[in-house]
């Protein structure tokens, strides 16, 4: 997501203008606006011209009209396939040939600017803008496709990949007999591109990263990484080795690495970074829910209740809770968020598009895993 400019505080009325650039960002929005927010953008419009007369019947010619028009949203309309988001509401402010209170169907699409407005930016849509509109916060998988001489350091988000660093260096061919100057040369190759790629990815954030190269260039960057985090004890790095994926592509341009994204065996170890840590949380609650050891409950009156007793470890909600139409519901949901934060506790928010979503959707949508055993939480405080 693009940001053009903002005018907003958190908790404070105010408006911000941007442009999507992919699908990623178009579900984004599809949970920052909501209805009652303002949309102010250029869209087509039929408008009917008074005939000679000066009436406007049935035979009034129509003419297809580019206008700037603000809509008080009342409906949205978006699907995962979709490369728009459809928005209904009223016009707010009068248009030459367009009165105020009309309806109007307006779109959302790519690299189409629009200004949205609030009356209330709270945690979650001031989060949504944080997140959309920083490329680090979006990607989930690193990449580095070289080969000797050339490196090409990328992050990769669902639909796209951006390079972040370029890095080419002269190596010396090996000579008959003699290869130290080749060797000496790679190797401060890939001391300099293990280096970048520590400083310009953050590891600890990402799910996977992916060594792509032809030959064994990829493997030796490999060693090096880990062999200058064994020297300088670096434990963060050390304990993401895992994460670490060696792959092989015909080069190592960029081309190199959408040819190895399209391998069988890298789409499915991939497939498991994605909402990895989301399934293995919601796995997490269903096994304590079932083993009925008082530390997993859902619903809204039982989680409230361990919230408010601070006993919360991780809060489980889905993203529809706060696309809800009542305004009092999503602020309560976003307070509640905000009271296991303040306590210690982890909120994740889980897609209702996402599997794991759907599943935490069929129990309420908002469940808990609790730091220690609670019983009796679904009894009504009038009971004995």
Known sequence: MKLINNHFEKDSSGSVTLVAEDKEDLFTLYNLIQKRDEVELKTMR??????????????????????????????IDFTPQDEVMRLRGKTTEPVEDVPVGTYHTA????????TLYKDDWDEIAFELINKSCSIDEKAEVGAVVLQEGVAHICLITENMTVLRQKIERSIPRKKRGDSSAHDKSLDKFYEL??????????ISKLKAIILASPGFTANGLFDKIFQIATLNNDK???QARSKFIVAHSSTGFLQGLDEVLKTEEIQKQLSTTKFAKDVLLLDEFFKALNADDGKAWYGPKECEKAINMG????????????RSDDIAERKKYIELSEIVKNTGGEVTIFSSLHESGIQLDQVTGIAVILNYPVYDLDEDEDEE
């Open 107 to 114: 779109e959302i699409d790519f690299k189409h600017p629009f």
């Open 193 to 202: 591109v293990s280096n970048t790629l520590v400083r310009d990815l953050n």
């Open 236 to 238: 963060l790095l050390l």
């Open 46 to 75: 039929n408008i009917k011209k008074s005939g000679k007369d000066g009436s406007k019947g049935s035979k009034a010619k129509i003419e297809k009209k580019l206008l700037r028009l603000k809509i008080d949203v009342e409906e």
């Open 311 to 322: 006993a919360v470890k991780n809060l489980l909600l889905t993203d529809s809770l706060f």
